[in-house]
């Protein structure tokens, strides 16, 4: 595809991590929800467990070869993590988290009252050496926090030798792991790997959320909780809402026992994995010598490191002007590192819209560049 031409337009953002309206199931959703009222209407818009529906529980935990009553249904996977987090850190206490992180989890740990220790990633993932290094010097953390397949917001995975090492890590320091895999699912190429919950016989608390592969607007996240944890989290639940949403985990309950997850996911593929490519091809054409960036397998994002001296939120101004947003590096940070990286989302804009947008971006990385030079 020839360059593209800037010009005046509708902003483009790559910014948020949230899918095009056309990718979402909106008939088959709709049917399902009619569905789940005419098959139990009675329970869904009553009062429900805060646990969560239980035939989704249900369905959930033989997913993943866990008892229903190991896991609780949250509003969106980041409630899930928040439980967790305000159990753990009422009295404080260390957590280990990847760098750059999720930035609504830093947060979340910051709230909780964590004491948080970044370990960087490389390109295969977690540097879990350095992570055995800091339990040898410190002792193991109340918790490591980790995205290991197309982390947020690098797209990075962490690669199967590292996860064999990790889950040794789990089994010889009682090392407690929030696995978070919202993106695992949403594969373009290559094999799957093992989940770190798989690999340690369910030792580790594992998350995801059906945002990323049926529609976010639902707000339905899990978690399945090692047994000793479930009963504070489902008390906080409690706490927190007089009643989980049923009606919604229903319709969502409906649409999977009909059969259309596997179906709707592999379509969710195609249209993100050819955003991807359309992402990696105008990258590569646009941008000058000195920039690099991640090439995920799956997921949402990429990361960009802008070359030498080309600070993201100098950028990110001009870039705005511009018509084309990002978010700046230093946002998954818990110190302000990240300053000349950048997270590009591609799920949202079209095609056409990633090849323009990257070229308004490669416009002003390129002048950018020739001053810091």
Request: avoid cysteine; aromatic fraction near 8%.
């Amino acid at each position: 595809m020839p360059a593209a031409t800037l010009r005046p337009m509708t902003m483009i953002s790559f910014a948020r991590g949230i899918p095009s309206p056309d990718i979402l199931p909106v008939d088959l959703f709709g049917e399902a929800a009619r569905a789940a009222v005419e098959r139990d209407g009675r329970a869904i818009l009553n009062y429900g467990a805060a646990a969560g529906y239980l035939p989704l529980r249900e369905w959930i935990a033989a997913r993943h070869g866990a008892d229903p009553a190991q896991v609780v249904v949250t509003s969106g996977s980041l409630q899930g993590f928040d439980f967790v987090v305000r159990h753990l850190f009422a009295s404080g206490g260390r957590a280990v988290i990847e760098a750059p992180s999720y930035d609504r989890t830093l947060k979340a740990l910051k709230r909780a009252g964590a004491e948080i220790e970044a370990i960087a990633l490389a390109e295969d993932g977690l540097d879990v050496e350095a992570l055995a290094e800091s339990i040898e010097r410190h002792g193991s953390p109340k918790l490591l926090y980790i995205i290991p397949t197309f982390q947020n917001p690098s797209g990075r995975t962490l690669s199967l030798e590292n996860r064999l090492r990790l889950a040794e890590l789990v089994a010889e320091h009682d090392l407690l792991v929030f696995e978070d895999d919202p993106y695992g699912l949403v594969r373009f190429e290559g094999e799957p790997l093992p989940s770190l919950y798989e690999l340690t016989g369910g030792r580790v608390i594992f998350s995801s959320s059906f945002s990323k592969t049926i529609a976010p607007g639902i707000r339905v996240g899990y978690v399945v909780l090692p047994e000793p944890l479930f009963k504070p989290v489902e008390t906080l639940a409690t706490d927190t809402y007089v009643s989980a949403p049923i009606f919604v985990q229903g319709a969502l309950y409906e649409f999977v026992r009909q059969g259309h997850f596997e179906p709707n996911l592999a379509r969710t593929r195609a249209a993100l994995g050819a955003r991807r490519d359309a992402m990696l091809e105008a990258l590569e054409r646009e941008l000058p010598a000195g920039a690099s960036w991640s090439r995920p397998q799956g997921g949402y994002f990429l990361w960009l490191d802008l070359p030498p001296g080309v600070r993201a939120d100098d950028l990110l101004a001009r870039a705005t002007e511009r018509g084309v947003t990002f978010v700046k590096g230093s946002d998954f940070y818990p110190d302000g590192r990240g300053e000349e990286s950048a997270r590009l989302a591609f799920s949202f804009p079209s095609v056409d819209e990633i090849h323009e947008g990257v070229g308004r971006l490669a416009a002003l990385v390129r002048e950018a560049a020739a001053v810091a030079a």
